[in-house]
């Protein structure tokens, strides 16, 4: 059974630090793997997605990397800003099970 | 761009009574999902359809139903309330290009209260 690990739980930075989440998960055969962004109150946001064939994905401020065989992503911020703050989510579907999740990363970034 | 449509936002059942979810996407997915998330605990799977009229169970189907009559609309249905059942309700679609799931898109939820 797929298990999804997010490190650390939370996290408070000041505005202009550049921090990395980390995601963790069992099961190594993945299709790929997806960053999510969630405010309080609201809906998922897709920010990211990984092939499993694929070592990084950028998107603006945001680089996302995937070590499948070690079982590893990370999702890299830079020059943080107070509009980063929410919850993010990292989740991988593996062979007939959709996404499962992590329990998420709670961001604050202070001005 | 409607994406994935819930609705209702809110609502609040009594023990007991019974209501529908439902959700709608616009971008021909042939995958859609329901989830639930609870302070905590993360998103967990209640039910998943791979097309019209195939649905399956996820992790915590007990006290739900589904039906995929159609591409676009996959309903979730409670039949007899529980407070356990109080929670954020999520419904995604995503397709699939012949390598496995692809981007998953979710709906802004159903804030659900069981009194």
């Known amino acids: 059974k797929q298990e999804v690990t997010q490190i650390p739980a939370a996290l408070s930075v000041p505005e202009g630090e550049n921090l990395v989440l980390n995601c963790s998960f069992t099961?190594?055969?993945?299709?790929?793997l997806q960053w999510f962004r969630q405010d309080p109150g609201k809906g998922l946001t897709s920010l990211l997605l990984i092939q499993s064939s694929q070592r990084e994905q950028t998107s603006g401020r945001l680089n996302a990397s995937l070590d499948k065989s070690s079982g590893r992503s990370t999702l890299y911020i830079a020059a943080s800003q107070p509009g980063d703050s929410a919850t993010y989510l990292c989740?991988?579907?593996?062979?007939?099970?959709?996404?499962?999740f992590g329990k998420g990363t709670r961001l604050s970034v202070i001005a | 761009n409607a994406g994935v449509t819930q609705t209702p936002k809110f609502r609040i059942l009594k023990i007991g009574q019974s209501m529908t979810l439902q959700c709608a996407q616009d971008?021909?997915?042939?995958?859609m999902y329901w989830y639930r998330q609870d302070p905590g605990m993360g998103l967990k799977l209640i039910y998943y359809?791979?097309?019209?009229?195939?649905?399956d169970k996820g992790e915590v189907p007990n006290g739900y139903n589904v039906s995929r009559s159609t591409t676009e609309d996959f309903p979730l249905r409670l039949e007899l309330a529980a407070p356990s059942q109080t929670s954020v309700y999520f419904c995604?679609?995503?397709?699939?290009?012949?390598?496995?799931?692809?981007?998953?898109?979710f709906g802004q939820g159903t804030r659900l209260t069981v009194v």
């Open positions: 995604a679609s995503s397709t699939d290009r012949g390598g496995g799931y692809t981007e998953a898109f």
């Open positions: 099961d190594s055969a993945i299709y790929n």
């Open positions: 989740a991988v579907p593996s062979g007939n099970t959709p996404l499962v």
């Open positions: 971008m021909n997915h042939n995958y």
């Open positions: 359809s791979v097309g019209a009229g195939i649905t």
